[in-house]
């Protein structure tokens, strides 16, 4: 496990790089303070930081031999469940809008990891609103409004 991590840790780390690098020589979009490079590179430098938490706790020495992991059919579930949300999210967002949809996939995706309800509400409805008003407002980029179009 240790040294898989290391080896994902590294591979993390040059993606990370690879893409702060590359977002740095987008254009500057006119009217903007933020260029197009910006969440990219904010994406870049999240990739880095985990690769640097993997990599530090791949040589962390460890108490206990390590032991065979165990697949247990609930990973696959969630698995499944994360993968089909983002398959529903991909096929429905566009005629419902984002407003709707991305509510009811972080819903069936806190779930499917056995969040609480009352959690599972609240970071599904905070973060929506929090994604949307960063696209539409700081980045001026529209998500679907699907059926919501005509109240706007």
């Keep these: 496990m240790r040294r ?4 994902v840790g590294i591979a993390l780390a040059l993606l990370g790089s690879a893409v702060f690098w590359s977002a740095q020589a987008f254009p500057n979009v006119p009217g903007q303070k933020l260029g197009a490079g910006f969440l990219p590179m904010i994406v870049g430098a999240g990739l880095v930081l985990c690769a640097i938490g993997l990599i530090v706790r791949s040589l962390r ?3 206990a031999p390590p032991q065979a992991i165990v697949p247990r059919n609930e990973h ?9 949300t983002v398959i529903g999210y991909l096929l429905l967002a566009e005629r419902l809008g984002f407003l709707i949809v991305a509510p009811l996939c972080l819903i069936a995706i ?6 609480k309800w009352s959690h599972s509400l609240w970071w599904a409805i905070g973060g929506t609103i929090v ?4 696209f539409y407002k700081l980045l001026r980029v529209p998500l679907p409004w699907g059926v ?5």
Excluded: K
């Design 110 to 115: 806190f779930r499917a990891l056995r969040v």
């Design 131 to 134: 994604v949307h008003l960063a």
């Design 76 to 84: 696959f579930g969630s698995a499944l469940a994360i993968i089909a």
């Design 61 to 63: 020495p460890s108490a």
């Design 148 to 152: 919501l179009r005509p109240f706007y």
């Design 4 to 7: 898989s991590d290391r080896w």
